[in-house]
């Protein structure tokens, strides 16, 4: 069983920057397509970014694009992301989410999507606030 444990949240004022950590145990993170989702108080999870088995490919959704960066290290069996320009908006617990890449998971089409991300970590809270 792939077990998933996110680290890295905080309080941060607008405009700051944070980075999420995503390190697995049970089995190694270079077969799974990695993502991160959120979810804000009273909202729904929305998808934030995924990266590929070999870190080549990523995918962002719009609210986040060209402020986080999601990168991998397969050596060090853990997917990072770099969030900056942090909003307000941007406050929500941050889910670490995994994606066998023998499912078919797409990395931009499928990033997000329930019926491949069956891994979840516990969510680490992440608050942009003055």
């Known amino acids: 069983q792939l077990q998933i444990v996110e680290s890295g949240g905080g309080v941060v004022q607008p405009g700051g920057s944070l980075r999420l950590s995503c390190t697995a145990s049970g089995y190694t993170l270079d077969s799974y397509v990695v993502g991160w989702l959120r979810q804000a108080p009273g909202k729904e999870h929305e998808g934030v970014s995924c990266?590929?088995?070999?870190?080549?490919?990523?995918y962002y959704f719009d609210s986040v694009k060209g402020r986080f960066t999601i990168s991998r290290d397969n050596a060090k069996n853990a997917v990072f992301l770099q969030m900056d320009s942090l909003k307000p908006e941007d406050t929500a617990f941050y889910y670490c989410?995994?994606?066998?890449?023998?499912?078919?998971?797409?990395?931009?089409?499928?990033?997000?999507?329930?019926?491949?991300?069956?891994?979840w970590g516990q969510g680490t809270l992440v608050t942009v606030s003055s």
């Open positions: 990266i590929s088995t070999n870190g080549l490919s990523t």
């Open positions: 989410v995994a994606a066998s890449r023998y499912s078919g998971v797409r990395v931009a089409q499928d990033c997000g999507v329930n019926s491949f991300f069956t891994n």
